[in-house]
């Protein structure tokens, strides 16, 4: 069923890049991890190297699921937005391009989830 507005949306969002005191905002989760039944929220500087917030706060946010120390980091794909991501772990966030509130998505093949199970 086909919907229509009636009158323009006049809405102002009010988590933009400007509330956050220079960090931004970025959504990750880890496919096939139900353990975390959502992507994670990180308020990170845009100045952090990749590694570093892989290495830190994803660390911080996964590491209690047993397959985590596990990951071959050679064979992980990233997703950006649904599409194939590379990111280089020496630059920064922001010089991979990863804007404020970008939705990353982790996928390890070799590891899906305790038991084979997914979770």
Known sequence: MTIASIRPYGGTPKDTEDKFHGNRILYVGWDSHLMFYAPSRFCIPPSMAFADFVAGPLAQAFGD????????????N????????????????????????????????????IGGCAI
């Open 65 to 76: 699921h047993p397959q985590w120390a596990q990951i071959d980091w050679t064979k992980a």
């Open 78 to 113: 990233w997703l950006r937005s649904n599409q194939p991501f590379s990111p280089d772990g020496a630059k920064s966030l922001h010089d991979n391009g990863l804007g404020h509130k970008e939705v990353l998505r982790l996928q390890t093949p070799d590891l899906q989830g």
